[in-house]
């Protein structure tokens, strides 16, 4: 097999505590390791920055809904999508790209997993054909239940066993990755036409609460002992002066502790923060205020939390979330064509598109919002870029996250000569405060790839170029020595990685694209637990009664599901 | 032996009913359980003396001589490269990994992708990118749905058990009454079977559901008093009391059909409709869904739109972008104008549910033409190659979506007959073909044996980077 | 200005697409330049001058760049497309998309033009001097945007989908349309000389739509309001004024509901 | 003679779905497919006996096929030939610009043929087609 050797470069790795040392990584038989040969081929990394494959733990990148919101907007490609290069296959669409242009636009920012945030178990099938069909890129999906029939049913009479063993099942049927909970109760109250606004709110006739939800889900997972924890999305999603809901959910992890053998410490991820952190009465109202640094100074003594940020990007984008209520209220905004899809039992979801105008003062402040949450951020082990894909933004905008957060001046330019209302921004949120404030490349690492990788329980896959690790490597255009004045080329730099290895593989070469039919690989949990009769039982009765597919049908069978990788936990051991 | 196969999924329509049980003895099906009259057709089809075993070549004289698999895909495959602007219309009835080999194959060749959508619920697809589609699963409608609509669609010919098992006599957790606890409302400009279980049957001029949709939209927005008399041949007073059942309703469900999306405004009958749908949840939850005809015609519209974005009508000639808009890159568009110079009709008959002027212009204008089908349909009746395949969800499984985009897990029943491939395998064994003809030089040059070379017209190379 | 004139002399034998003929693409270019310019058939791509003659001199700008295009242009689509400034003129049918998303300029057409005319223009002046087919001055697929600006003038007849999504500018029909004028319309201006089967202003939440001829079947959602004297197009006639669509969504302006409104010659 | 004018629908029908899964040359396709259905009304007008063929003709064709009242019924002035080939020799292809014909809505003149013949499908078809060679292959 191929060598390499990545010469002379900067390498930055915070799980080796690396920061900018120059040094050679090589690449054999896929992995890292200490030396290889004279033959290895060699890439000159010399003024360039060196870090481990980047890695996304919450992204709308496969599934029934992506798709949805890919059909639904023919004009989302117009005039969009870039010219096809000779060798790939077409990139179509903009803010919700094709699986083609999914794959290669992760591996140009150096991106080798993405956690797929949000798969209806009814529909996982659907996720894995499309993960199937996405080039480069190694993936895993996480199931939504929080507004599952079944576990609010075990939840409601704190039975976590019964609801452990119905959430095995569920990893395993739908070779799942983590419990998912979007809007709890909120999403099934929408089945009929309601919702929970905050976490006491009851669910119509399963009489229980988010609250108890959201803690029979770390109860289960932490009795799993599941590599990542619950990955929340709490309930008031967008809602001005939602902060406090916000607050409330989080709290909910006091008295929790985590429990697993992946180096995992969080018990509760709370994903997309930047959307759970408004003041005010109205978007409407000039009331509309910034609530990041009261949430995040909870956030920061709290060791049990992890978050990610949904960085408004200022790009007209498609919306899309199992929070079915949110979106229904989204379109009574802006007036725009409206998805929705209710599933069986399970979930639901909503797809709206939206303008994140720089010359309206909400958009702005929201953009704001998204900044300040890693500005604040004590432990960038535990707060992580994301823009919701494509929620809050496209992800292959990432790199112009970067720039915002690496350089203040980008930051403070952009509210002077982009934003209308910059000044209202400034009065109503804390940018201004954080005006200096930059982080360093090693942050940036932190927040993109060792926490990251931590937080989801796969420390031993990705985010570490340790000896030993599967080779994902990307090599930046930056010289951590000679950092640019100009911030448009972090962005230019994040955006087209030099280098490129996924599992060892040169993937991109130079800049361009040069191999993307390596193996990738689809995550999974295969998770035992003990027999349990009764929810088999239980299984077999909704299947009959409520179910409109059999259940011998429902869970996605071996040949549908590509290229899986297993992780096994079994608590009966 | 026999061997009862449990759990089996129907290719007949979008209804996807997943509860069938075949009976097998030794490779023949004996029987057939749960099943509607057409889906145990299909099944019973599949064992019938006569099917066609290996592709086959028109002659002259219009009979039909048999040829290797290697000679059909090598005809297949020298047509899609030569060709300027090949079609590739159909997928009506093949599983999704057929659909997906067949993007790989339309997009090397640079063609245009089309299914049966484009002359069933295309229509549809104009309204969703044009409103949107606030839908939901069909369980839904079983355990949650008090007032069911079935509006320009009449299931008791075209999805069987879609009544019984979805729609109106289903007994499901919050409605556990069934039927009894049901009020279902058609509407169609004939008294159909599906009227006849009924409680409310509106019947509308042909062609005018727009202006009545109108009508129950003014009710929704608070101007009941200014709806005229009558409206599209309904009188005020039945338009009224259907809006009461509606608001009284605690989840509304409406199922259109080909009613709406064939009749004048197309699309913006379901748009229309779409949009009361927004208006009623105002007042209660309401969901709408289309009643797509086909086991997997939901299908291509998904796999096709995770590949290109697009969910039918894919121009793909340019090569550097795919370019989407039905009445320009619609297949019967395409036909009339005679703007296309090969066509493959895959899953589909375009002979049979073409109108005849435009299939004419495909069938009859010299071009060359494949049909991938197993069995003999009017397309293929006049054809130059006829190539058979399995027949999916009986001698090959894989993905299927249902009418509400549910994916449904196929199974094989029996092995393909005569060991004739699957969609999947054809489409691979095409692309490999054109990859092995383009190395060998050929191209699309503007000439082919059946189209009249432009003198001195030569095209630009290297199209793109 | 100068002028570049193109004569076809030869025919596709599918269609053309020709989206670069526009003043912005041939300003600045010489002859032999403008002959380069790729149209494509199917999949294949030619220089321009493999199917025409191209005389004259383009002018430094676009907006000095007039084309004049003669010969048979029925199987050439996207004549004019996102063109800025400057003139063409058609002596000719053409097919479809003839001045698609123009933002500015002048096209003339002497003779008719297919469908998707015009759709989602932006600004500038756009005549066809004989009849149009479907989604003139409509919008793209899926888009809210449809036409913003300009003016748009058919001489003769038109199909469906007039004005759809149009949000602002003026189409001007001087004979009949079938069905479906100004649906979801959001501003602008529709008139129509002729008459006009059914669907005029469906789904339209605000602008102006004037009908000189009958509408064979009238939305139930449009109400009469009163009789007013309206000049339409350089003529004074009196119109019953309704406003609609009743079933649609309306934004307030003053307190005031806003409404379409639809003014019917007497 | 009378001749009658209506207006024309086309749609599914289970028994033209069984018809077809059994196959498109069939006599049982055939026999399901080729009838046109309308208002008993309309059909006294017509003043002839069921299953007598007439003859329907709309602006872009004309198509033989047997009469029947049907048990799904039409309002007066609508008639309905089952989805398929007789009915697509009437169809108007026009789309108005959304890529799907006129299958539903067209106007047609319907009068009694008795004597003619009820064409074939595939007749019918590779007749339009020019590929007809005087013989059907498929027997049906």
Redesign the interface.
Known sequence: MTEYIIKNGCVIDPTQGINGQKMDICIKDGKIVDKVSNSAKVIDATGKTVMAGGVDIHSHVAGPKVDAGRLFRPEDKLFKSPNRKSNLRMEMGFSVPSVSKTGYDYARMGYGFVMEAAMPPLEAAHVHEEIRDTPIIDEAAMPVLGNNWFLLEYFKNHEIENAGAYASWILNATRGYALKCVNPGGTEAWGWGLNCITIHDKVPYFDITPAEIVKGLIETNEYLRLPHSIHVHANNLGNPGNYTTTLDTLKLVEGYKANNDFGREQVMHHTHLQFHCYGGDSFKSSSFESKSKEVMDYVNKQKGLTIDTGNVTLDETTTMTADGPFEYHLTHLNHLKWTNVDIELETAAGIVPFIYDPKTYIAGAQWAIGLELPLFAKDKDRCFITTDHPNAGPFWRYPRIYKWLLSANARNDLIKNELKYGDKVLDTTYIGELSDKEISLYELAQMTRSGVAKALGLSNLYGSLKTGMNANVAVYDIDPENLPSDPEQYETAFGNVFAFFKDGVLCIENHDIVNYSMPKKTVWVNSIVPENKQVERDIRDKFLHSYTVDLENYAVQEEHVHNPYAIKVDITE | MQEVIKHVACPYCGACCDDLEVTVDDGKIIEVKNACIIGTEIYHHASREGRVGTPRRRQPDGTYKDITYEEAIDFTAKMLIKAKKPLIFGFGSTNCEGMAAAGRVAEDAGAVLDNCASICHGSSFLAIFDTGYPSCTLGEVKNRADVVIYWGSNPAHAHPRHMSRYGIFPRGFFTGKGARGRKVIVIDPRYTDTARCANQFLQVQQGHDYELFDAFRMVMHGYAADVPAIVAGVPKEKILEACDVIKAGRYVHIFFGMGLCHSDGRNHNVDIAINLVRDVNEYTKCTIMAMRGHYNIAGPGIVWAWQFGFPYCIDLTKGSVAHMNPGETSSVDLANRGEIDAFINIGTDAGAHFPIRAFEKIGGAGIPMVTIDPSVNMAATVSDVHIPVAIVGVETGGICYRMDNVPIQYRAVVKPFNGILTDEQLFDKIYERMQELKNAGIECDGTWDYATPLADVRPIKEVYQ | MNTVTITMV?Q????LEADLITPDQFAGKSIEAIGAI?I????????LA??AKIEGVSGATAAETKIVLNGDLTRVKRIGQQMTAGEIIINSNVD?YTGG?MKGGKITVNGNAD??TGIAMAGGELTINGNC???VGSA?????RGMTGGVLRVTGNV???IGT?MRGGTIIVGGDAF??VH??GEGGTIIVKGNIQ??VG??SVKGDIFVNGKID?M???Y?YVEDVEKDVDGVKAVYAHYVG?????HPEAKGQKVFTNLYLKK | MTVLHLNMVTQRAVEEGEAMESGKTTQKYFDVCSIIEMNADDFKELGINLNTVVKVTSECGEVFVKSTIGRQTCPRGLCHIRQGVWANQVVPPRTQSTGEPQYSGFPVTVEPAPEARVVPAVELVQKACNKWNGKLLWPM
Request: a positive charge; glycine letters at 12%; charged letters at 25%.
């Open positions: 030869k596709p034998q599918l269609f790729e494509s058939e199917g999949k294949i791509k030619y220089p493999s199917f479809m998303w469908s998707f087919q479907n989604h793209y697929r899926g888009d809210w199909g469906n989908d999504f069905i479906h649906t979801h059914a669907r469906g789904q079947f939305m139930p959602g109400k669509d009743l079933g649609e969504r």
